[in-house]
């Protein structure tokens, strides 16, 4: 037993001494090479490092107008979301063809109807709880439409270049020449005025915009180093483009997704204003466009509807510029 301790005590005190040995070669190295680092500290530093990285991102996302836009969206959202719990007036008696023969149009606020009525008597706060639930159903549908296409055709322009993206380019200056605005008032009255329909025209003429900004981005990557290696050894087009390419180069389409969202709630509510929406279907802007010329009568149809545009439109806008200053190195550098 007393042999057995003393080996193992020796083994100990030459593993210290080995451990002094190199703690000693390290201290030279560190301070007779300059570029020298220590391997195991480096490790450590690195995994230091990422945590950092990650709190600091995190840390750009809580902007003081940024978290006010969150909430704007989350109490559109919840009033989108539990309309049904939220008010006693279905969706069928505040939109047309119903006219309830119980209320009087542009009455002010009162127990019955705590905001007061809008044209044929409809109940503005219904109105408000189930247009939520539209602006936020509707909001996305025009951004997918843009994006997805804009990203296919944007890509592949970018890519194959010559003859492809010239013939692409070419469509997307031709688009350009008319004002979209003007063309969603001239296609709309031809093609027709439901909802889904100005949903997918708004749709389609964003596409021209996101094919010339997703080309700038695959222009960019496509010279990259691990692009031109995926293309020597061999990998298809389709793979190096929307596996390798796309990938790299999507983030600010996903920045630009709520100013989209905030772009097509604006423009539903300003086709509406002029008449050209959906009436069958409860949009603010539809509120607005029934209250215009009726300045003392109709001002409670007109003002809260504004109010509640203004905060969903405004909070999209603000997680926008929320998550572009939190992700583009160039507001960070």
Known sequence: ????????????YKDLSVGGKKRWVNLLKFYLLPTWRNPEFTAYENEVEKIKSKRR?????????????????????????YS??????????????????????????????LLGTTLYGYDIYARII?????????????????????????????YFGGAVDYAIMRFVDFIYIFPIGILTFILIPMIGRDMMT??????????P???????????????????????????????????????????????????????????????GFIGLGDQTVATWGTDINWAVGRLYTGRWAQIIPGIFLGIT??????????????????FHK
């Open 84 to 113: 049904p719990w939220l008010t006693e007036v279905p969706l069928q008696e505040v939109t047309l063809p119903f006219i309830p023969g119980d209320s009087l149009p542009f009455e002010d606020p009162s127990p019955e109807h």
């Open 313 to 330: 439109s405004a909070g999209f806008m603000l997680v926008g510029d929320g998550l572009r200053d939190a992700l583009d190195p160039r």
């Open 209 to 271: 915009g996101g094919i010339r900004f997703m080309r700038t981005m695959v222009l960019l990557v496509k010279e990259m180093v691990f692009v031109r290696a995926a293309k020597t050894g061999g990998a298809l087009k389709l793979k190096v483009m929307f596996k390798h390419i796309v990938p790299n180069a999507i983030s600010p389409i996903i920045i630009s997704f709520f100013w989209g969202a905030a772009g097509t709630i604006l423009g539903l509510a300003g086709l």
């Open 198 to 207: 100005q949903l997918v025209i708004f749709g389609i003429l964003g596409i």
């Open 1 to 12: 037993m007393i042999e057995q301790d003393i080996t193992i005590d020796e083994i100990d």
């Open 57 to 81: 991102v995190f840390r750009r996302f809580l902007k003081p107008l940024t978290i006010i836009g969150f909430f704007m969206i989350l109490f559109i959202v919840i009033l989108a979301v």
């Open 130 to 158: 189930w247009g939520a639930r539209s602006a936020m159903g509707f909001a996305f549908v025009p951004v997918i439409i843009s994006m997805g296409g804009g990203v296919v055709l944007g890509t592949i322009s970018a």
